[in-house]
């Protein structure tokens, strides 16, 4: 694999993050879960050379991220910066992903770090995924504290509806992973809070090994436990809202 150097105070790619990602439900129930999986950070210009027997663990296909019909990551990115009048992000963007594996992805959030040609950042675009197969691009302008505020402008969960906003903290990795992506309404309550939490390691075959055989299926087992923990919800009386109908923007799955 590749091990290319990072500019100064980025991390070095490409990396993995053994995490744990944990959700906090408030209202109207109180719920919570811990799933422990594991997430690469990339260079969207210079992907990992996998060794050929390691390959079914690790693909990063343009098609699983924003409208599936780029060629490349940059062409979608850019594409999706263009239509928020950005045209300084010419530089280094990292991103934040599952790869597929064993043929299977299921990413609920993508982040792409965009710096411009001098290293400056530029932006954050935050990918969504729901798992009615819709996507949705949030861009944020995170300050210095690394925190952004965007509206909520897509269904995601079964039992919120479109409303509020997100405040999200999303600095860029380094050696530990530290997210936060905060479900903010206007009554001032803060219903839902997400959270990343992981520690860098050079992502070198021996390492995508161990983390494959430690979290098996692991982009499967994230879907399926997102539709496990709403069934559980629903049975414990969660009222449903009815879904919207979004303008297409990245398109479908």
């Known amino acids: 694999m590749n091990d290319t150097p990072a500019g100064p105070a980025l991390p070095r790619v490409p990396a993995l993050y053994e995490c744990t990602v944990a959700h906090a439900r408030t209202s109207p129930v109180r719920h919570a879960f811990r799933q422990r999986t594991y997430l690469w950070l990339i260079d969207i210009d210079d992907p990992p050379r996998i060794p050929r027997a390691l390959r079914p663990l690790a693909r990063f296909d343009p098609r699983d991220h924003f409208g599936g019909r780029a060629p490349t990551l940059r062409a979608g990115l850019q594409a999706q910066l263009s239509a928020h009048g950005v045209e300084n992000a010419d530089g280094r963007v990292l991103m934040l992903a599952h790869a597929r594996v064993l043929g299977h992805v299921f990413n609920p959030l993508t982040l792409y770090w965009c710096h411009d040609r001098a290293g400056t950042p530029v932006c954050v675009v935050a990918e969504v995924h729901n798992t009615y197969g819709e996507r949705h691009c949030y861009l944020l302008r995170p300050g210095t504290d690394g925190l952004a505020d965007v509206p909520k402008d897509f269904y995601v969960s079964p039992f919120f509806a479109v409303e509020g906003f997100y405040r999200m903290r999303l600095p860029v990795p380094g050696d530990r992973l530290d997210l936060t992506v905060q479900l903010c309404l206007d009554d001032g309550t803060r219903p839902f ?8 390691r050079p992502a070198a075959a021996r390492a995508l090994l161990g983390a494959a055989l430690r979290h098996p299926w692991s982009t499967a087992r994230v879907s399926a ?4 923990h709403g069934v559980r919800l629903y049975l414990r009386g969660l009222p449903v809202r009815p879904r919207p109908l979004h303008p297409p923007q990245e398109g479908t799955l």
Do not use: E, L, M, N
Request: net charge positive; charged share 25%; glycine share 16%.
């Open 225 to 228: 436990g997102i539709r496990f």
């Open 193 to 200: 809070t997400a959270t990343v939490r992981g520690r860098h």
